[in-house]
């Protein structure tokens, strides 16, 4: 999430469908691979063999129940700072191209938030964390997790499961039943085929909402065209919010899957891998349209309701990107974002009760529906995502100088002074990110305030959500540059859009960030301004001082090193080199270097920017 402040961070989804099964893979196919379950000893009914385990933790008392057998494995319930991790090496064989790690979890806690993520149960497969859960997942019973770790294909690796507690008040992380099944699945890419595919998905979306706005159904589509040489035999949509559930009871439903053959959800539910008909060579398109159901949760959250007003950000499910590493499934994180998807098109239509409004990505038009009602119909070219609102909001409306259309649409308890300050510092914020880095793309932009949002603000195109601050609507709106026009893979390079956008909002608000290098302070050796959100969600204390702070000094730094007028070309050449497409870090370090005679090793290293 893109906060400011930072943060420590419903029915059941079924699908169905009847198309034709997977074609064969053309680099390993289901006959090259004897289906497996590769974890030893998951049930613990054997003792300790072969898992690593602190003492005590694998056990039959204590107070806890087994989910099946007599015996399980317990983490944590100390009520003090404390992390333990059960483990064990696991291998998955090179020619099954499926995996899908399972796992039946019971959380209990005696924290009493139901919004903030105090003590947490990472999963992990090597160095990657593929799911995390937390003392905001306690329920009575077990559930079963499934996650899709097809990825690690061929890998011999460490399964691990850490707990995590802060120093007060206890969370126990119970688990039972661990398996993990490998089959014959998946065509990865062609080695060294470094283009991100599924290309220019075009979505089309028509729901309709109760009464209050909280609840939507209807059908969604989207159509894609492989870019990649090597075919396309699947797409996976990642339906984010069904995080906010308890999988396999979700807020996010898909059914009647057409245009391929859905599999179970994976990744705690918000993935869904969808077999194609047939492997799409490169440049042929493929469509696959589904039933939609949307069910919004309580709370002021980026997926939430706060009293008669929702909030209604990642509910619509996008397509998975593709590339020479393989599909990136990333779990959700709270503490950032996970969000990486490319420039796409949408058309959506939002049927709804007249009396509430319905600010949206992309530009609205408003027309008659039936009694008592109206269809709100929003387009968006070359945007990664689309959220909206509906509530009784109050909205008012100015143009800024360059001719963007702006509304501020405030809930119940703003001001009339604090909405109209908002709008002043939206109309201001917009034009002075595109006089840097390039024209606003997008038509209008809606503003969204509620200052009981708990993570500050967050960012969607043409869409945001703040509190009443100055600061923090320039950075949530310099986001429409850095994420929205120039893409980045937020998981796994989270500094390319925080740290930037937070420099371009201390431009934008006449802050020079002079020195502020000086106060730099590092908590380990592992510690970089480039880590990925797996080490931001272990160290989640740091995340905000590191990748918004130290990430925007480094940027300064640069600045002065090159100079002012050398720093702002740089910038506006490699937003519109990268306009629409997708940014790393190895490509601005690049193009940092091109602009200078100054080796720029020394800094990289002193500043921590790897990649």
Not at 304 to 327: C, K, M, Q
Not at 374 to 383: C, E, G, I, M, Y
Not at 410 to 425: E, N, P
Request: glycine share 10%; net charge negative.
């Amino acid at each position: 999430m893109k906060r400011l402040l930072h943060a420590l961070a419903g029915a059941a989804l079924f699908v169905t469908a009847g198309a034709a099964a997977l074609a064969t893979p053309n680099v390993a196919s289901a006959a090259d691979c004897t289906a497996a379950q590769v974890v030893a000893n998951g049930g613990f009914e054997s003792g300790t063999s072969p898992w690593t385990a602190p003492s005590g933790a694998i056990t039959g008392g204590g107070g806890q129940s087994a989910h099946s057998g007599a015996s399980f494995a317990w983490l944590d319930g100390y009520g003090s700072t404390h992390t333990e991790t059960l483990s064990q090496s696991v291998t998955l064989p090179a020619g099954c191209g499926a995996a899908s790690l399972g796992f039946w979890l019971h959380v209990d806690t005696a924290e009493t938030s139901t919004s903030t993520a105090y003590d947490k149960l990472a999963v992990g497969l090597g160095s990657t964390t593929v799911a995390t859960y937390s003392n905001l997942d306690a329920q009575a019973g077990y559930v079963h997790k499934t996650v899709d770790v097809s990825a690690f294909a061929g890998q011999t690796v460490t399964l691990s499961f850490t707990g995590a507690e802060d120093s007060s008040l206890q969370t126990r992380f119970v688990l039972d039943d661990v398996t993990l099944d490998v089959s014959g699945g998946t065509t990865p890419p062609q080695p060294g085929d470094p283009t991100r595919t599924p290309a220019a998905p075009a979505y089309t979306v028509d729901l309709s909402s109760d009464a209050s706005g909280g609840s939507w159904t209807g059908h969604e589509s989207v159509t894609f065209t492989n870019a990649s040489a090597a075919p396309l035999n699947e797409v996976y949509l990642r339906l984010w919010d069904n995080y906010h559930g308890s999988c396999p009871s979700t807020p996010i439903t898909v059914t009647k899957v057409t245009g391929g053959t859905p599999s179970a959800l994976s990744v705690n539910c918000t993935a869904l891998r969808i077999a194609l008909p047939a492997p799409l060579a490169q440049g042929q398109s493929g469509t696959v349209g589904f039933d939609l159901g949307i069910t919004v949760p309580s709370g002021a959250d980026r997926f939430g309701r706060d009293g008669a007003f929702a909030f209604i950000g990642n509910a619509l499910p996008v397509l998975a990107v593709r590339d020479a590493a393989g599909w990136h499934l990333d779990p959700y994180t709270n503490n950032g974002e996970s969000f990486y998807s490319l420039a796409s098109d949408f058309t959506v239509t939002l049927d709804h009760p007249s009396s509430l409004l319905v600010p949206a990505t992309g530009t609205s038009v408003d027309t008659p529906g039936s009694a008592g009602r109206t269809v709100t119909r929003a387009t968006a070219s070359k945007v990664r995502d689309f959220a909206w609102g509906a509530g009784p909001f109050t909205r008012i409306s100015g143009t800024s100088p360059a001719g963007v259309k702006v509304n501020v649409y405030s809930v119940a308890g703003i001001s009339a002074a604090d909405a109209q300050s908002m709008l002043s510092t939206a109309v201001s914020a917009v034009d002075a990110h595109a006089q840097r880095f390039g024209a606003y793309p997008y038509g209008e932009l809606d503003a969204v305030i509620d200052n009981n949002f708990w993570f500050g603000g967050m960012e969607y195109p043409g869409f945001v959500l703040d509190l009443v601050s100055t600061t923090a609507l320039t950075h949530e709106i310099g986001h429409q540059w850095f994420y929205g026009i120039v893409g980045d893979d937020e998981y796994n390079g989270p500094w390319l859009d925080e740290a930037f956008t937070d420099y371009a909002t201390d431009l934008a608000l006449g802050k020079t960030g002079s020195g502020c290098w000086n106060s730099v302070s590092w908590a380990s050796s592992a510690e970089r301004i480039t880590n990925s959100m797996t080490y931001w969600d272990a160290n989640s204390s740091r995340y905000s001082t590191v990748v918004y702070g130290y990430g925007k000094c480094a940027l300064h730094d640069l600045r002065r090193l090159l100079g002012d007028t050398a720093m702002a070309k740089l910038l506006r050449d490699y937003a519109q080199s990268h306009w629409y497409g997708v940014s790393t870090t190895a490509e601005f370090k690049a193009a940092a270097q091109a602009a200078t005679t100054v080796d720029l090793t020394s800094f990289w290293s002193q500043h921590r920017i790897d990649g």
